[in-house]
């Protein structure tokens, strides 16, 4: 099974279930037909970012970023990796964010996360993200938001 897929069907039991230890989730994956190890699925909890939170009459559950009101923006904002971008031009309403080798599907993903108004969508190579602004929206109207989210992208961009 490839990892997108898994990390598809882990959100998904996240989602569904209060599940207080790895080795619960592990459990469920295996129902599912998922055998993985117990180092695998840490990564993959960690690429899904996610944490344990105090849960009334549970204890603590794992949970998913946006699962966590008023958190999850926060975590995107103060996680961003600013030292990885590197320049950012525009061509009417398209920008083109350049980041240090293998760094852009981690910046895509996070200014998806941020929900700006001004951006249609992202796409994400090695090392270009491709920012699709919306057609009534500045270049400057959208480095005004990002910054506002982002201060530290200031010496950056």
Partial sequence: MKKYNRLH????LLLT???KQQEQLLELLHEKGIHVTQATL?????TL???????PGTGYIYTLPDQMPGKAESLYTEDFPVESILDI?????????????SFAPTVGLMLDKLNLEEVTG?????DTVLIILNENTSRE???HSLLERIPRLRERI
């Fill in 9 to 12: 069907i882990i959100r998904e």
């Fill in 17 to 19: 279930h209060k599940i």
């Fill in 42 to 46: 840490s990564r993959d909890l960690s």
């Fill in 49 to 55: 970012r996610v944490s344990r939170i105090s849960h």
């Fill in 89 to 101: 031009r525009f061509s009417g309403n398209l920008g083109v964010l350049k980041t240090m080798p």
């Fill in 122 to 126: 992202t796409v994400a190579g090695d």
């Fill in 141 to 143: 109207e959208f480095i």
